[in-house]
């Protein structure tokens, strides 16, 4: 929460209380963290979307797991930021297309929590081409994780929520890929199009267990990931001429993911939150250019 959006200063949160304290009109006013005790699981949380919203659970009061794959140095400095706001943090290196290795970081991060409270679904992979000439060892590769990783994330919070018995909450980031057919992208939208119904349909299986599942689509958002399909100067081209005139930030997208997490957000479940600065509305009839992203 930032010292603009109330009436007086802030200051940063009590890392033994878990609040934060705001000076109203001369009045000490104490707000609790909204997840002060509870614990979080991020995938992909090295870096980009994934790292702004493992810092922001953290934030937000949670200790929080990090998982990574591949930039080891990356998640030690987020785990690193979490710790210096004075909350518990695991670093869990592993594969969420491997369904044995999920549950594993899982049962690794209940030991070293005690329990789970969100499970955040963000670890992507994608390759860009035509799926007619495409690399299948790719193609597949971004289904793996893209899909099957998310799958396997939320199955295991699932049960995991159920062994405690004490409801849950599972937010899939999830794309406007999963009903905007983007070129040279088909194993990537049909992966996004997967959690989209996937995240639906746990959502109305696991009602009755009081765990909550959400989607947040994020638009077109300024990551370390985008540099892989777009050069600096094509980014910064395509970014003004989007309806915001600018691409989103992390933050923006880690500030809904916490928004979907807060208990106070307990009567939402099967919802899509969008992010995306207007960017999937019809703006290119109005003589802008098509979708870049």
């Known amino acids: 929460m930032s010292s603009d959006s109330i009436l007086g200063s802030y200051h940063p949160p009590d890392r033994r209380s878990g609040c934060s304290l705001f000076f109203i009109l001369g009045?000490?006013?104490?707000?609790?963290?909204?997840?002060?005790?509870?614990?979080?699981?991020?995938?992909?949380?090295?870096?980009?979307i994934g790292r702004a919203i493992a810092?922001?659970?953290?934030?937000a009061g949670a200790d929080v797991a990090v998982n990574y794959y591949s930039s080891a140095e990356a998640a030690g400095e987020v785990v690193g930021q979490i710790q210096a706001l004075g909350r518990k943090s695991l670093l869990l290196r592993g594969d969420v297309a491997d369904q044995n290795v999920v549950e594993s970081m899982i049962a690794d991060t209940v030991?070293?929590?005690?329990?789970?409270d969100h499970m955040v679904t963000n670890a992507v992979y994608s390759d860009r081409e035509p799926f007619y000439?495409?690399?299948m060892a790719g193609f597949k590769r971004t289904i793996d994780v893209t899909m099957w990783g998310a799958f396997y994330l939320t199955r295991g919070a699932a049960n995991q929520f159920i062994r405690q018995g004490n409801g849950g909450s599972i937010v899939l980031v999830s794309s406007p890929h999963a009903y905007i057919p983007v070129p040279n992208a088909m194993a990537y939208?049909?992966?996004?199009?997967?959690?989209?119904?996937?995240?639906?349909?746990?959502?109305?299986?696991?009602?009755?267990?009081?765990?909550?599942v959400n989607i947040i689509h994020p638009g077109w958002i300024d990551t370390p990931g985008e540099r892989k399909f777009k050069t600096e100067e094509d980014i910064a081209k395509h970014a003004v001429m989007l309806p915001w005139g600018r691409m989103g930030t992390p933050e923006e997208i880690a500030r809904g993911v916490v928004f979907m997490c807060d208990p106070a957000s307990e009567y939402i479940t099967g919802a899509k939150l969008l992010i995306d600065?207007?960017?999937?509305?019809?703006?290119?009839?109005?003589g802008g250019m098509a979708i870049p992203n």
Do not use: C, Y
């Open 189 to 212: 939208n049909m992966s996004k199009a997967a959690l989209d119904h996937m995240a639906r349909t746990a959502a109305i299986e696991l009602i009755d267990h009081k765990i909550r």
């Open 55 to 59: 810092i922001a659970l953290a934030a």
């Open 133 to 135: 000439t495409a690399d």
């Open 111 to 116: 030991a070293a929590f005690g329990k789970l």
């Open 277 to 286: 600065g207007g960017n999937t509305l019809p703006w290119w009839a109005k």
């Open 27 to 48: 009045r000490i006013t104490v707000v609790a963290l909204p997840l002060t005790g509870q614990a979080a699981f991020v995938s992909g949380a090295s870096k980009g």
